[in-house]
């Protein structure tokens, strides 16, 4: 007899992030260069990325949203700190997701403006990150999200419950499996001690097929193709199918000739031919109601084989590091310097921590692809010699008699 259940309903997120790396600061920049970041550095890697990653990808998803007359749906979410890059560097890059954005078909997540881990730190400091990547949005995107993903999709019921009182309906997670016991991550469900807000879990296993093994020729599922992908997900059950990952995935991460983009193409055509339909986040909450509560008492991430804080926060360097820069808060705002406070917060962005990650294995493999720097602890040594400086800056400028 033929199978007649339903597909699950994709539901596709891409993050587009880049920082701000910083130069390499030594001892004697200490109190004399206030300026901190690779400018050269920073706007290669940007350009490289919008060449191979940003331009082919906003390109192919608005002609699949015009093949498919606005069936094929996905998400975004911008940090503050990529938005910046564009209007800097590449403001064609801007404008080719302004115009994805205005076909309707993608709705636009909230975060944190500067990719910190504030939720972590300061409940104030969280909101202010959030409220700024709002007006952001709203300025260059004319929407104001519904849905919250957070830096690095770190989540918790606390985080949910914050979520909620600045107003989201729906929170990105990951799907981790010993939380799940056994079930399935493929339905909405329900943060405990909450009003309404939903939660909607990564599939980390279809996710990661996409993101990291595509054009892995020792996996033994390689090569993937559309129809094979569909037919995994068909052995999915579940109202929903939540495809998180990187949008440098497609070009960066995954090249070209890998076949990314045709995967893409066939793959949102197959789906919607096999009568599946693509849903964006909040259409998703308000769709489908919630199968199970999701207790998730401590944070979690998308990162590593531990899902959890350890990409940032695991060893002795990146905890003095992020303990030392959320100890200015206070002093930093005090100053109502803007320059100051941006520059601060700046430093809070979460990739410098993972720069000092002394992880070894393929988690290892993973911190070292990303860092500009030769070694965790030259990524440490810089970003304490640039926290140095800053500091006597707040100093100055919360004393000025004494710097006179």
Not at 119 to 142: M, N, W
Not at 341 to 360: C, E, F, P
């Amino acid at each position: 007899m033929k199978d007649t259940a339903p597909l699950p309903s994709p539901c596709v997120y891409f993050q587009v992030h880049q920082p701000f790396r910083l130069v390499e600061y030594d001892f004697f920049r200490i109190g004399q260069h206030a300026y901190y970041e690779n400018d050269w550095l920073n706007q290669e890697v940007f350009e490289k990325v919008a060449e191979k990653s940003y331009l082919p990808a906003t390109r192919l998803f608005r002609e699949l949203v015009r093949e498919t007359d606005g069936r094929f749906r996905l998400a975004l979410s911008f940090s503050g700190l990529a938005l910046a890059q564009m209007a800097d560097y590449r403001p064609d890059v801007l404008e080719a997701f302004q115009e994805l954005v205005g076909t309707g078909a993608v709705e636009v997540l909230g975060e944190t403006y500067y990719h910190s881990l504030a939720s972590l730190r300061s409940p104030r400091e969280f909101e202010r990150q959030v409220d700024l990547h709002r007006e952001k949005v709203g300025k260059l995107f004319g929407v104001e999200p519904r849905v919250f993903r957070n830096t690095e999709l770190v989540y918790s019921n606390d985080l949910a419950l914050a979520a909620e009182e600045m107003g989201f309906e729906g929170i990105l997670g990951e799907g981790v499996s010993w939380l799940l016991r056994s079930r399935s991550p493929n339905y909405v469900c329900q943060p405990p001690n909450t009003a309404g807000i939903k939660t909607l879990l990564r599939n980390p296993g279809l996710s990661d097929d996409i993101a990291f093994r595509f054009s892995d020729r020792n996996w033994k599922e390689f090569p993937v193709t559309a129809e094979k992908f569909v037919g995994w997900i068909g052995k999915h059950p579940g109202d929903i199918v939540n495809l998180f990952m990187d949008l440098e995935s497609l070009g960066e991460h995954q090249w070209a000739d890998s076949g990314i983009f045709d995967f893409w193409r066939d793959f949102a055509h197959l789906t919607l031919r096999k009568g599946g339909r693509f849903v964006t986040p909040s259409e998703a909450i308000a769709e489908f109601k919630p199968r199970h509560t999701y207790d998730c008492r401590q944070p979690t991430s998308w990162a590593d084989y531990e899902r959890d804080l350890s990409a940032w926060l695991g060893n002795v360097m990146q905890k003095e590091a992020a303990d030392k820069v959320s100890a200015l808060e206070a002093d930093v705002l005090a100053t109502e310097d803007p320059q100051l406070i941006h520059a601060w917060s700046k430093l809070q962005t979460s990739d410098h921590l993972h720069y000092m990650s002394t992880k070894g294995g393929t988690d290892g493999e993973v911190h070292g692809y990303f860092s500009p720097y030769d070694s965790p602890y030259d990524a440490y040594i810089y970003f304490m010699n640039a926290l140095a400086d800053l500091q006597i800056r707040v100093q100055r400028a919360v004393t000025p008699c004494a710097a006179a």
